[in-house]
């Protein structure tokens, strides 16, 4: 099952909205002043990813079937903080007064213990012509140190997907400014995703979007390609198709098989890790994605969703917890009012809830 992506005339495109199974079509000078204030965040957010995911390449290129076997993170834990680094240091250039809620921040990497790998992301950022003392990358990487919500402050994922990123599998890069508790602009990369799902010769894409202007996918290396993107329009549930986790650490396989065998849907599930799983749904190769919780107090961080949330919705597809509810990103690091996360294409959203109700009545 493949998405349709929305096609350009010379004079219209269609811009999907967030609303449920909307369709609008709009001018481009429309299109323009819909992004309009949020424009340079956009492209800010868009250069920042790339950067970090190109880094993230990079290095994942290094790792050997003799660090597997080893079990060795080291490859992920340069990448990670290298990541993070690259994009607050864009951040702070560009919006010096914006708090940023990261993943991670350099106490541990400041250890004597770890110096070997604090002097390993200085390398790297050199190769990438950051030139910048311990110091400085450990400031960089404390950019992203905020946990308290602020009326607007950005959200950062440096390498969602870890296991993914080790074994040489999906992964991503996800930026999302937050603007009064909701999500304005998302910046999405994903290095080992092909910009087309039947054709994997071209590989490594970026999705950003801004609120009410769509999503859009370019090329990671060069920023070409600029393509609306758009969800399915699939609204049977038995030919729907589910989008997993490789593993179930997150998210409970048993239970998706469950609400799957309850819908009809016989398709196998596409597996994949970290957020590109919001990629494949927002342009069509799968129609629901469910993060259900594999335990009673486990709460979801908001850099986990917030860019791919974003992506979705702007793409057709809609995004709530397991009881509706719109994810509310007001309390800090954690979507602490939510419970687990559902994503469809939008048409099958209704089918999905009513078939988590039941699974939990049972």
């Given at each position: 099952?493949t998405g349709?992506?929305?096609?350009?005339?010379?004079d219209?495109?269609?811009?999907?909205?967030?609303?449920?199974?909307?369709?609008?079509?709009?001018?481009?000078?429309?299109?323009?002043?819909?992004?309009?204030?949020f424009?340079?965040?956009?492209?800010v957010?868009?250069?920042?990813?790339?950067?970090?995911a190109?880094?993230c390449?990079?290095?994942?290129?290094?790792?050997?079937e003799?660090?597997?076997e080893?079990?060795?993170?080291?490859?992920?834990?340069?990448a990670d903080f290298?990541s993070?680094?690259?994009?607050?240091r864009?951040?702070?250039?560009?919006?010096?007064?914006?708090p940023?809620?990261g993943?991670e921040d350099?106490?541990?990497?400041?250890?004597?213990?770890?110096?070997?790998?604090?002097?390993?992301?200085?390398?790297?950022?050199?190769a990438?012509?950051?030139d910048?003392s311990?110091e400085q990358?450990?400031?960089?990487?404390?950019?992203?140190?905020?946990?308290?919500?602020?009326d607007?402050?950005?959200?950062?994922?440096?390498i969602?997907?870890?296991k993914?990123?080790?074994?040489?599998?999906?992964?991503?890069?996800?930026?999302?400014?937050i603007v009064?508790?909701?999500?304005?602009v998302?910046?999405?990369?994903?290095?080992?995703?092909?910009?087309?799902?039947?054709?994997?010769?071209?590989?490594?894409?970026v999705?950003?979007a801004?609120?009410?202007?769509?999503?859009?996918?370019?090329v990671?290396?060069?920023?070409?390609?600029?393509?609306?993107?758009e969800?399915?329009?699939t609204?049977n549930?038995?030919e729907?198709r589910?989008?997993?986790?490789?593993?179930?650490?997150?998210s409970?396989?048993?239970?998706?098989?469950?609400?799957?065998?309850?819908?009809?849907?016989?398709?196998p599930?596409?597996?994949?890790?970290?957020?590109a799983k919001?990629?494949?749904?927002?342009?069509?190769?799968?129609?629901?994605?469910?993060?259900?919780?594999?335990?009673?107090?486990?709460?979801?961080?908001?850099?986990?969703?917030?860019?791919?949330?974003?992506?979705?919705e702007?793409?057709?597809?809609?995004?709530?917890d397991v009881y509706?509810?719109?994810?509310?990103?007001?309390?800090?690091?954690?979507?602490?009012?939510?419970k687990?996360?559902?994503?469809?294409?939008?048409?099958l959203h209704?089918?999905?809830l009513?078939?988590?109700?039941?699974?939990?009545s049972?």
């Amino acid at each position: 099952m493949t998405g349709a992506a929305a096609s350009d005339t010379p004079d219209r495109r269609i811009v999907i909205t967030g609303d449920v199974g909307r369709v609008c079509w709009k001018t481009k000078e429309d299109f323009s002043a819909m992004s309009e204030g949020f424009g340079q965040e956009r492209e800010v957010a868009e250069k920042a990813v790339q950067a970090a995911a190109l880094l993230c390449r990079r290095i994942q290129g290094t790792i050997t079937e003799e660090v597997l076997e080893k079990k060795d993170r080291s490859p992920v834990t340069v990448a990670d903080f290298g990541s993070q680094a690259v994009v607050c240091r864009i951040l702070e250039q560009e919006f010096p007064d914006d708090p940023v809620i990261g993943e991670e921040d350099s106490h541990e990497l400041q250890q004597d213990d770890n110096r070997v790998f604090l002097d390993a992301v200085c390398s790297e950022l050199a190769a990438q012509g950051i030139d910048g003392s311990p110091e400085q990358v450990c400031r960089w990487i404390d950019r992203g140190g905020a946990h308290e919500y602020s009326d607007r402050f950005w959200t950062l994922d440096p390498i969602d997907g870890t296991k993914g990123f080790l074994r040489g599998g999906q992964y991503a890069v996800s930026l999302a400014l937050i603007v009064q508790g909701e999500i304005k602009v998302a910046a999405l990369a994903c290095p080992n995703l092909p910009l087309y799902a039947s054709d994997d010769s071209m590989t490594g894409v970026v999705f950003t979007a801004i609120r009410g202007a769509g999503c859009h996918v370019t090329v990671l290396e060069n920023g070409r390609g600029d393509s609306p993107v758009e969800s399915s329009r699939t609204e049977n549930p038995s030919e729907a198709r589910f989008c997993e986790s490789v593993e179930s650490g997150h998210s409970s396989h048993s239970a998706s098989a469950r609400i799957a065998e309850s819908l009809g849907i016989t398709q196998p599930p596409v597996r994949l890790d970290s957020q590109a799983k919001y990629a494949v749904v927002a342009r069509g190769e799968a129609d629901i994605y469910l993060r259900l919780p594999t335990r009673p107090d486990y709460t979801e961080k908001i850099w986990d969703h917030a860019g791919g949330v974003l992506v979705v919705e702007e793409a057709g597809g809609t995004v709530t917890d397991v009881y509706g509810k719109p994810l509310e990103f007001t309390h800090g690091h954690e979507l602490s009012a939510n419970k687990g996360v559902v994503v469809t294409n939008g048409p099958l959203h209704d089918d999905v809830l009513q078939a988590l109700r039941k699974l939990e009545s049972e």
